[in-house]
């Protein structure tokens, strides 16, 4: 650890502080008030040192003896656990606006999730358990690491906001984006890099179970980034298993989604896949959907990968119909529907070409429907006359 140039030593009536300068001030970042030892501890912290560093040359300079090593060993990392907390010291000795190199914090476990292995580190305690059924053997070469640290980050850099709203402020430097999550006071930012290769997440504990839901919700938009770079997008949809493939009915919330997934559950006995959100993609032309650990509120998701058949967008209505959608209706409503990144042109680009890849090879259409069991029969036998197969009385 070593000093974060953005806070200089100063006196104060002759009292020692640490105090913000620059961007800080902006940031309404606050000083500390420390003893003469503290004041030690932070000249020696030009540079890079341990705990037990600081401790033998504390030690050295006020004469103390080999019995108070513990004692003071104990009294340090109490000291700079603060410091740590609050930003004022920082880890490594790169310069105060850049990332470290590699994770500092220790390893976690490893993710996998549509093929694509995700590294998690921090405390264990941080995590939830909702990510374990996607667990697998660590990777050497993973396509992301998600790394929690439990301190400030050194300075907040100024960019450019793309977006802004009650759950999310995206800002755009230039080689990351500054993620802020309003309603998770907890974690005060993330940083995640343009390749998305790293995200850094900069949080306080304790980690109780509502951190662990804040953080396994704030690690979606990492994910998220880092599929579509891998040409894949996620659908704000329920889905179900029939004859062996997907079917994904898509609507605003609150419109009867999973409503309609429970009634092919109850009357057919198909499995439901996911209650909330589908994770769409090609493969060598053909049209999957990848099991993803978020789901909503409803706690159903499903690890494994299935062919997609098709996309039924819901609409309530007193009567049960299907409406046929042009070509650009078909890809326009989706698009919509879709929670991937669209912080810019260039994003939504990648989402429009894999909408219009799938919209090319599966079943789009609107249904529009009541709650009831009609609506099952309705929507089933188009499918039916889709796959081929006569339709039902």
Known sequence: MRQNQCYVLKRIAK?????PVGQLIADQRRGIRINETGAYLWKLLKKDRSVEEL???????????????PRLEEDIREFVSQLMSQGILISGSTSSSEE?????????????IAGLNCMLYGPAPAFSSDLDAFECEASEHPHQQLQVLTHAPAVRENGKLLLRSDELSVIECREKYILLFPSAPQIAEAHLTKDASRCIFYCTGPFTRIFQ????HALQLPFLYLAQRHHMAVLHASSVLYEEKAWLFAASS?????THANLWHSMLQVPVLNGDLNLLAMDNGQALIHGIPWCGSSGLADTRTHPLGGIILLRQSPENYVERLSQDQKRLLVLQRLISPSWDGKLYGRSLRLVDALAARILICRL??????KAVETIRNEIHLYLGYPRQS
């Open 368 to 373: 529009h429907c009541t709650p009831t069991p």
């Open 213 to 216: 839901s804040d953080l396994f």
């Open 100 to 112: 470290p190199s590699r994770p500092s914090s220790d390893f976690y476990k490893c993710i996998r």
């Open 15 to 19: 009292v020692p502080y640490l105090l």
């Open 254 to 258: 609150g419109t009867g989604k999973s």
């Open 55 to 69: 401790a033998r040359l504390c030690a050295e300079h006020f004469s103390a003896g080999p019995q108070a090593l």
